[in-house]
């Protein structure tokens, strides 16, 4: 289906054919939609019920998309804890909506879609079980880059004949260099991934940094190593880094509808076809299948204001913190809740710190809430006061390999904090196999229906699962609002329960005499 | 200043030097900063207070800029109408806060910042006094790019031996091709420019056009012939436009600081900076300046929010329209108050058709609103039933040549509604000597001061000169409102002529004394 035509001949103009006519000879790049993903992920704290995507699938579906990512990350959790959704219900619904798309989904590796390390068997079978209801492509990261968080989950995928994306997850570092990233990607397709992914969660990937490393892992591992770009857009320069990669041979990359775009989310699908446009390069997506999406998703979108992202323009200062857009503004109502919120430019002058303590993690769930949190506790505390335990765990080693050493003082810290020793094992060697106290411990609870779905929701959220099992019945429930409602909302709370206002001071001319008068709420 | 290394090379990695040291030999791009002038009138209707500007000028002054756009364009007319401010007092402030900046405005050729053409004795009179008072570089441009309507300013300018920046306006048409484009550069640096700017006022500037047309100018006319290249962001292609010009060879490029940038706007200073860091290609502007003039703005900018655009994020959709963003708005307010606000997709289909019949003119002021109300006037009238005056005089030659011929059919309706004849002559020459006719109906109004620059205010808005120069004693006028006080008004006139809401009983202090006071509506 893609065409390798000048894939080494990076940015040239095209092929010219007599009396100005122009015949141009385009590599076709493929694209992952990911609005119904980490579009609303990103954007709108991944609160979209399903209900309000339905209608865009039949668009979606004939749209001309490589792939549609559509399950994964965040979104299992939200669907259970705050939604009422059944999430394989939802991945169903999708795999009925969407017959004729790939369907695509991130995977924490060992974590899954949880914050914990997995037994293997347990991961065995989330992934059959995803096969089985209609996943198509497994993007599978690990948040420390660790190759061997990811070998099981990849294996699983190849067994369920299923395509096996392993993923780099791309940060920045005294450490990092191409030539790492390099090795990374060799290391993933000795793995027997069917490609690559660059991932960009922070929108750190410059235009020549994503060049580079899309040219040297092609030069290295050969051009038909396939190579998938995400990127976020929080800085405001990552379409560039999309046009470079793609220059350099990339072969898919990631966006999102236009209304449901930039800020901490991502390139709007509509400006990447367009910036291909008379270039060597084409999307064969469909405008007008486009336009039904983005006209969707921009009645949608008010629905959810209230969830949406604080950050709408351009932020260029993370490329000195490195934390992702998402995570400002969790920092902001930590320290808020602590009586702190004058300290965040402390804590993100500490982030890096923190980081270089732990060895340089890429910072991405789950690493970026466990440095960020960290970086809270030391600013408020002082540092490395008090660890947080899952602080101790990286530093011990209970979610992998760092690629830098850790710091010996804060580990022998951890280590007398938690009592637990150092390791350098995969830390899923040390779990004992625990599908079948997961499967009694989960179909003790009521309403769970006894399904091997249902026992990975259980295993994955064990706080909110019991609850879930209970509501399910209810049905979902969509969080969304009219926006009419919520001005009314805002008008009711502002007139009655709104904050309290100090006493307003006025020079009242009355009668032609001046009073000083003073009025403040009963 | 600027070295010129590696010009033809386009995009390529930077020199590698031993041991993974990274040596790269960078070409300096220049920066124009747009915040002061087209950053704010694209974002916030031109509104922005000279005193909202002021404690920025010394970062901006200090931050390596290029040069500073701080005048002209719509600042004029708005200075006048809208915040009774002296534009000639602005234009002293800028030049005693920025004194190591080259200061820049956008001239709209022989209709100077007005909407009509004027004598070359008045646009001469304009350009020396804005020299006299401190403009330094002059970007002269021509709604039609008709070259004939820019000779007379930059002659002028030339004169005042100031810089002389010749532009062309980028359109797309069946008509308007890389070598006409390059045709018009040779006529405007035949004018004596000292350098050229590809001005892309509606984003429709793709990365491979940049690219062509950059390149085109630079391998015909040579690469000492500087291009400034200036891009609005509503489509969200545009940086990359600027990247892909950049590696064509252009010298300097148009950003605006990321508190105000994006949307109808432009690309951000930071992400500009961002975007070149290992590339062959750097800025040397001072990063800690820009975070001081974002953090600036981004205070300044809540208090405008009553005039910003609702356009936010990107729309691709005006590459078919080729509307700039900020005529959509005007356009549905036209609609809204013929009550037609639903007919607005009518309109923008009927856009391209009435520009067509018009010879293919770039959109922009003053051809943006001619042509743009044209095809309201068609959707609710019917095609071309009746003419406004304007259209009518684009469409007999009245504002210059077009590259297209104009439909004969419609000139005809033209020359019998308005009687007039067409034209193929420089329309400026049938204007007979003005000046001494201004002079004297200026001097005669209340409050003028008499100067050459109270008469061109006078001769460039002669509707609104008469109000400005009685008012002009009150001194500025800040539109700008408080945050918290647009919540307070919001609030107010909810209650007021919201929903009817109950007695609400203050507590009010009168000299000292308190009484319960209960108040509603009457």
């Known amino acids: 289906m893609v065409i390798r035509l000048s894939l080494a001949l990076g940015f040239r103009a095209p092929v010219r054919k007599g009396e100005g006519m122009t015949e141009t000879t385009t590599r076709e790049i493929g694209v992952t939609e990911l609005v119904l993903r980490d579009g609303h992920q990103s954007l709108m704290a991944t609160r979209m019920a399903l209900e309000d995507m339905v209608d865009a699938c039949a668009d979606i579906d004939a749209a001309g998309y490589w792939s549609v990512e559509c399950w994964g990350g965040a979104t299992y959790d939200a669907c259970i804890r705050f939604l009422n959704e059944d999430p ?40 059959e079980k995803s096969a089985e209801n209609g996943m198509d492509v497994y993007r599978v990261f690990d948040a420390l880059n660790d190759v061997r968080n990811v070998r099981q989950a990849i294996a699983a995928v190849r067994r369920a ?4 994306q392993g993923t780099i997850c791309y940060t920045e570092s005294p450490l990092h260099t191409i030539e790492g990233y390099v090795q990374m990607a060799r290391d993933l397709m000795d793995l027997g991934c069917d490609s690559l992914c660059l991932k960009d969660m922070a929108a750190l990937l410059k235009p020549q940094a ?61 400006s990447l076809v367009e910036m291909l446009r008379g270039t060597p390069y084409s999307t064969d997506l469909d405008d007008a299948r486009l336009l039904s999406i983005k006209d969707h998703f921009a009645t949608v979108r008010p629905k959810y204001t209230q969830f949406m992202s604080a950050i709408t323009g351009v932020e260029t200062e993370i490329f000195k913190s490195q934390i992702p857009g998402g995570m400002i503004s969790n920092m902001e109502s930590q320290l808020r809740q602590q009586g702190a919120g004058d300290r965040l430019r402390e804590v993100l002058l500490e982030v890096p710190r923190v980081r270089a303590v732990a060895g340089y993690p890429p910072l991405v769930t789950p690493s970026s ?23 101790a765990d990286l530093m011990l080693g209970y979610y992998g390999a760092t690629l830098g050493e850790r710091d010996a003082t804060i580990v022998e810290a951890a280590r007398q904090q ?72 805002r008008l009711a709370s502002a007139s009655g329960g709104g904050p309290v206002h100090g006493p307003i001071r006025y020079s009242v001319n009355m009668d032609g005499k001046a009073h000083s008068v003073t009025v403040e709420r009963a």
């Not at 004949?161 to 096996?164: L, N, S, T, Y």
């Not at 960020?372 to 008090?386: D, E, I, R």
């Not at 009521?446 to 019945?473: H, I, N, Q, S, W």
Request: glycine share 8%; hydrophobic share 40%; proline share 6%.
């Open 88 to 127: 394989w219900e939802r991945l169903r619904t999708f795999r009925e909506l969407l017959p004729h798309s790939r369907l695509q989904m991130l995977l924490r590796g060992q974590n899954l879609l949880g914050y914990r390390h997995y037994e293997d068997d347990v991961v065995n079978r989330f992934v």
């Open 210 to 270: 994503a060049y580079d490393i899309v040219k040297a892992i092609k030069d290295d591992l050969g051009t038909d190593v396939r190579i998938h770009v995400h990127c976020h857009a929080t800085t405001g320069v990552t379409l560039v880094s999309l046009m470079k990669a793609i220059e350099a041979g990339a072969d898919v990359v990631d966006t999102s509808i236009s209304s449901i775009s930039l800020g901490p989310g991502h390139n709007p699908t509509e």
């Open 418 to 489: 938690t009592g637990k020793e150092p390791i350098t094992e995969r830390p899923a060697d040390l779990i004992p196999p625990e599908w079948d106290r997961l499967v009694s411990e989960a179909t003790a609870l009521e309403g769970c229906d006894g399904t091997d779905e249902d026992v990975l929701t259980y295993a994955m959220f064990p706080g909110v699962a019991p609850g879930f099992f209970k509501e399910r019945p209810d049905g979902p429930k969509n969080v969304g609002k009219d926006p009419a409602e919520v001005a009314a909302e």
């Open 369 to 391: 809430q466990i440095v960020g949190t960290q970086a809270v506790f030391n600013v408020l505390m002082g540092p490395y006061k008090a660890l947080t335990a899952e602080f």
């Open 161 to 164: 004949d299923k395509h096996a």
